[in-house]
């Protein structure tokens, strides 16, 4: 139905220039964004499992139908890249998402993600053959055989290919045709996109990238042919989602930092990286690695004094804490910039220690709680009705937390989770569920009268007022310790509702803040003795 076609072609072209990220998948919290618009941090949700495997089946269908190596080029880009990077390779787990920057939340559950990531390695084996005009294609550069039925003018002629290779670590293939007879007949070989130069057996071919090329000879029962291409590294440009920001690229892999079980350093690229010449690990059992000249930017330095390091990037399906856009040289201010940010929220945030333990009991104590500092300073609440404040104290058992919420309809039910409240507590950094679900949180329910509750050694209170409701929270150190090793920020979540028409309750003004993605609560543990 070339109707159906032509509109599949459309939304192809679509995906394929405006809304795909360059490793080969697409989505931001589960739908298509604005064109260009690609973040990759934990906390945007990108490239669901579904949809890596999803956009490798519609390649797959479409270069059936028509073909073209780009399908194949866009089936490369996905495998090497999100497909691969979506799995633990120590134990076989999936990403629901993948991101581009930040821990990969590798997991065992089921679900929809979970369950289309092994579809998409199983896809592996017939995404790498195929038949192009009856005769053996070459799609996917790997370690491999295939067998084929070629049809020639005297005959079928059966026809095994086996490819040896260590790519993409080096461009080098050797592929065996072994023919059941001598005969005649076409090879294709996909050309990728990227490559600059190609050749067969040391013959500098005409092929062009991102096309097939064609070898055909008389071919004896036992043949064998080499392919050469080069691997070029390149820098492609972050914006408009990462402004003075570029990934790197080597022949099909995108390239990362990796933080393994820690932080990525705060670097800016030096201008003396030679893009043609980064060396890599040599070794057939090394993992492969690069190293890369970069300046290390901290807040006592500037870019043009800052000390000369060198980075290690690893293949971004290999890192497990990656970073891929990276800071272009003369960019230092940008994240100078984040981090001035990231200061004036600990601002707003600033605790003092307190002498006199405050009695939890849902009425912050004047005593501590000397301050109302309007939530709003941290995040737009989006509820003009609800007014928010909050105070921070500290002593060397507990980190006390009194909050003042303005609410002038205010629901209590007797279906808890139709009640409004605040929680409070920790959150890992990007979290975006309900605060609930985070390892370490302190809940507050409204209640027809003051009630004191404890849960993990934390104690909060929660008591009505006239005009809406106040609430305490007692949170041990020991615990906060406990998930600040983790990495974690410390976060709000407000549980407002609101009646809506029929008595039908709305649950849409359910909102939650964190502090700021870089106020990592461990700077509040610096406070204790």
């Not at 293939?173 to 007879?181: E, G």
């Amino acid at each position: 139905d070339k109707t159906l076609l032509n509109v599949s072609l459309a939304a192809w072209k679509d995906i394929s220039e405006k809304r795909l990220y360059l490793t080969g998948s697409a989505s931001s919290k589960e739908h298509f964004q604005e064109a260009q618009v690609l973040p990759g941090e934990v906390k945007h949700h990108i490239a669901e499992t579904c949809v890596t495997v999803n956009w490798l089946e519609f390649n797959r269908e479409l270069l059936e139908l028509l073909g073209e190596a780009r399908f194949g080029d866009e089936i490369e880009k996905t495998v090497m890249n999100h497909l691969l990077a979506a799995q633990d390779k120590h134990n076989g787990n999936f990403c629901y998402y993948t991101p581009l920057n930040g821990r990969k939340p590798y997991g065992p559950g089921i679900n929809c993600c979970v369950s289309s990531g092994p579809r998409g390695i199983s896809m592996l084996p017939e995404l790498a053959w195929g038949q192009l005009e009856g005769a053996p294609a070459v799609m996917l550069y790997t370690e491999g055989k295939a067998a084929f039925t070629v049809g020639t003018p005297n005959g079928p002629v059966k026809v095994s290919l086996q490819a040896s290779t260590d790519f993409p670590r080096t461009g080098n293939i050797r592929v065996k045709l072994v023919a059941s007879q001598p005969a005649t007949f076409p090879v294709y070989l996909r050309v990728p996109a990227w490559t600059t130069k190609f050749s067969v057996s040391g013959e500098t071919s005409l092929a062009t990238p991102g096309s097939f090329y064609r070898i055909e000879r008389q071919w004896r029962k036992n043949n064998a042919f080499t392919i050469t291409m080069d691997l070029p590294v390149r820098f492609v440009e972050g914006a408009p989602s990462y402004v003075g920001r570029v990934a790197i690229v080597r022949g099909p892999q995108v390239l990362a930092m990796d933080a393994g079980s820690g932080k990525n350093p705060p670097v800016a690229l030096r201008q003396s990286v030679v893009v043609s010449r980064l060396p890599h690990q040599r070794s057939p059992k090394a993992a492969l690695a690069f190293q890369v000249p970069a300046r290390v930017l901290t807040d006592a330095t500037d870019e043009d004094n800052a000390p000369n390091t060198e980075i290690t990037l690893v293949p971004f399906a290999d890192a497990r804490v990656p970073q891929v856009w990276l800071l272009k040289p003369g960019f230092g201010a940008e994240l100078a910039a984040a981090k001035a940010a990231a200061q004036l929220a600990r601002a707003h945030l600033a605790v003092r220690r307190t002498k006199v333990a405050p009695h939890i009991d849902g009425d912050p104590d004047g005593n501590v709680f000397t301050r109302r500092l309007p939530l709003s300073k941290l995040v737009g609440t989006g509820r003009p009705r609800t007014k928010t404040e909050f105070d921070v104290a500290w002593d060397p058992q507990n980190l006390y937390v009194g909050v003042w919420v303005t609410d002038p309809t205010p629901q209590v039910r007797s279906d808890s989770n139709a009640t409004d409240g605040v929680l409070v507590g920790l959150a890992p950094r990007d979290f975006e569920d309900a605060l609930t679900n985070a390892p370490g949180f302190a809940e507050a329910r409204l209640q027809p009268t003051a009630k004191v509750t404890m849960r993990g050694g934390v104690k909060t209170a929660i008591t009505p007022t006239k005009d809406g409701y106040t609430a305490e929270f007692a949170i041990p150190w020991a615990r906060l310790e406990r998930q600040a090793a983790a990495g974690t920020s410390f976060a709000f979540e407000l549980r407002n509702h609101d009646q809506g028409r029929a008595g039908v309750e709305d649950d849409g003004d359910w909102q939650w803040a964190t502090t700021d993605a870089d106020a990592d609560i461990s700077g509040l543990l610096d406070l204790v003795p």
